[in-house]
């Protein structure tokens, strides 16, 4: 089956087609980065129009590259939420007319269930019961899925989800916009214990938060300006990152033993963290966790993802009807 998936939820368009929830045979990204960059963030009006704009070509590029005439796609899935309304609005526009022209099935997909389902597309089906950590722009969350399509939050973030956080560090320490990837880079050559920065709500059970981290590196960088001490960007960089990773890492170990699963699943753009990646990899491995990262390019939004998720909704049958509308504050669980 030769899903088209479709995802504009906020500042990506993407369209992908991805056969039977494994070969991605085309996976398209329009990214709108620089139309944001000038406003330090994404302006929901402009993403919407940028995807009005971009999603007609981006359709028929996406099937130019998987070899594909329009009228072999078999099925159609989009992200009916969580994100921006303007924004959701315009793929799901797109997807139900290519769904009701061709009469094909069409599905909506969640796109936090997509962040999981990257992971498929790399490491193939993976077997429930297990423990995802979800981690991204908008959300920083985890969840027990003890079996398919069934979500139990455990814990989430009391204020920044932690792409939020780690955009507005790098935006202090005068770096471009998201600038997540950008911190990362300038943290491989800092010293991660330069600076002993708090571990935030380690005491709040599964539930994370960030602001305090956050005001504890501009506090810092302060304090030690009024002391004249010039403070170098990449073990600030490194040093806040090591205290964001740390405490997310040894919450997902905790909720995995706690839930007795035997696999941890990571999903989200802030999975494209190499030191994330590394002791996760590392420390739940020594745990004795099989551990699934989706490679950094899945790990941002893309639309082979929800292709995917939405290749498990509808071979069970399950199809969406038509009259479905956005729904910008989806919930997974
Ligand atoms: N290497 C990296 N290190 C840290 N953060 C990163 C890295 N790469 C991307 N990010 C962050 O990931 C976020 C983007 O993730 P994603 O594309 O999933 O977001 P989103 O779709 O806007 O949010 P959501 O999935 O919650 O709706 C940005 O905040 C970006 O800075
Ligand atoms: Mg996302």
């Not at 005439?69 to 315009?90: C, F, K, M, Q």
């Not at 969840?143 to 989800?161: F, K, N, R, S, W």
């Not at 490679?295 to 199809?319: K, S, W």
Request: glycine content about 10%; aromatic content about 6%; hydrophobic content about 45%.
């Amino acid at each position: 089956m030769r899903v088209l998936g479709i995802e504009t939820s906020c500042d990506e368009t993407a369209v992908a087609v991805v056969e039977d929830g494994r070969h991605v045979r085309s996976n398209l990204i329009a990214s709108q980065e620089h139309l944001h960059e000038k406003f330090g963030g994404v302006v929901p009006e402009v993403a919407s129009r940028a995807h009005l704009e971009n999603i007609n070509p981006l359709i028929t590029e996406a099937l130019v590259e998987a070899g594909m005439w329009v009228a072999e796609v078999d099925a159609v899935a989009v992200t009916v939420g969580p994100g921006l309304v303007g924004a959701l609005l315009v793929g799901i526009a797109c997807a139900k007319a290519v769904a009701m022209a061709l009469g094909v099935p069409f599905v909506g997909v969640n796109h936090l269930e997509g962040h999981i389902y990257a992971n498929v597309l790399e490491h193939g089906p993976i077997e429930e019961p297990f423990v995802s950590f979800i981690v991204s722009g908008g959300h920083t969350m985890l969840v027990h899925v003890p079996e398919p399509h069934v979500y139990e939050l455990l814990g989430q973030t009391l204020d920044d989800a932690a792409g939020e956080a780690f955009d507005k560090v790098a935006r202090f320490i005068g770096l471009g916009f998201p600038g997540g990837p950008e911190l990362d880079r300038l943290a491989r050559t800092g010293d991660p214990h330069a600076v002993r920065f708090p571990r935030a709500a380690a005491d709040r059970g599964y539930d994370f938060s960030l602001s305090g981290l956050k005001t504890a590196v501009v506090r810092h960088v302060k304090a030690e300006r009024a002391r004249g001490h010039e403070v170098s960007p990449d073990d600030l960089a490194a040093s806040f990152q090591e205290a964001v990773v740390e405490v997310q890492v040894d919450k997902t170990i905790a909720a995995a033993k706690d839930k007795g699963v035997g696999m941890i699943v990571l999903g989200g753009g802030v999975v494209a963290n190499t030191r994330l990646r590394e002791l996760m990899a590392s420390r739940a491995g020594a745990e004795g966790f099989e551990v699934l990262i989706p490679p950094p390019e899945l790990c941002t939004d893309n639309a082979a993802m929800i292709a995917c998720a939405g290749y498990y909704r509808l071979v069970e049958g399950e199809r969406t009807p038509l009259e479905v509308s956005a729904s910008p504050g989806l919930q997974l669980a």
